[in-house]
């Protein structure tokens, strides 16, 4: 069965480094997502992407924040200038098309800011 | 804003035994799509079930299925003959329906509601 693959697992990161977290969405997606989840907490929409554009993004998703598809097959995100508080699971999810109701979510990057 | 309420932060099951999870959710949308994921310790997300809110009929995946009540925002999921590997963390979702004209596709999840079962 096709996977969102997310690389890496666990990464530590340096408070005010920056950082880029990846997935490769499954291939004959065409919209792609990213959410969090802080440990404990509920899980939370960050931005929505499409045709190479942001196509929805939460209030969470601010400067610090950008997704880019650098390849074709990539998806990225990356947070500039870490903060503690950006410490959380970073979930990616792909669809083939905005009509389809079913996510398929890569098994997550764990960041911690430290 | 769709709201999605888990009242259960924790549940637990014997095994081979019946459980409901509940969730209730707020809308003002008559098109929109529901969801169960289940999270086991590895993090992953993984769908469970899905409910489309047009569909009178409740959705059944094998030993899972669901009770959704429209009038009522409800959205409970029934595990039926529990196994160990049903402990997870079990979140409920809320999804605008395409082209319903919210403009919003995004997932909205409930807090989750952490199931244990007991062998």
């Known amino acids: 069965e096709p996977e969102v693959t997310q690389t890496p697992s666990h990464q530590v990161t340096q408070m005010g480094q920056e950082v880029i977290l990846r997935c490769v969405p499954i291939?004959?997606?065409?919209?792609f997502y990213w959410y969090r989840q802080i440990l404990g907490q509920k899980v939370e929409f960050l931005v929505s992407?499409?045709?190479?554009?942001?196509?929805?993004k939460s209030e969470i998703f601010d400067d610090q924040f950008s997704v880019e598809r650098p390849d074709g097959s990539n998806f990225t995100l990356k947070i500039r200038s870490t903060k503690l508080e950006d410490s959380a699971m970073y979930f990616c999810?792909?669809?083939?098309?905005?009509?389809?109701?079913?996510?398929?979510f890569g098994s997550g990057t764990r960041l911690t800011v430290v | 804003a769709q709201t999605v309420t888990q009242s259960q932060p924790e549940m637990s099951v014997q095994e081979a035994e019946t459980v409901t999870l509940s969730c209730t959710y707020d809308?003002?949308?008559?098109?929109?799509?529901l969801f169960w994921y289940k999270q086991p310790p590895s993090r992953q997300m993984i769908l469970v079930i899905r409910?489309?809110?047009?569909?009178?009929q409740n959705a059944t995946e094998n030993r899972f299925s669901v009770n959704f009540q429209k009038a009522a925002k409800s959205f409970s999921l029934k595990i039926s003959d529990s196994q160990l590997g049903d402990a997870a963390m079990y979140f409920c979702?809320?999804?605008?329906?395409?082209?319903?004209?919210?403009?919003?596709?995004?997932?909205?999840f409930g807090k989750g509601t952490k199931l244990s079962v007991i062998p």
């Open positions: 999810a792909s669809s083939p098309d905005r009509a389809n109701y079913g996510y398929t």
């Open positions: 291939s004959n997606h065409l919209y």
């Open positions: 992407f499409y045709n190479n554009e942001i196509s929805e």
């Open positions: 809308t003002s949308e008559s098109d929109y799509y």
């Open positions: 409910q489309e809110a047009y569909k009178q």
């Open positions: 979702a809320y999804r605008s329906a395409p082209y319903s004209g919210a403009g919003s596709y995004q997932l909205t």
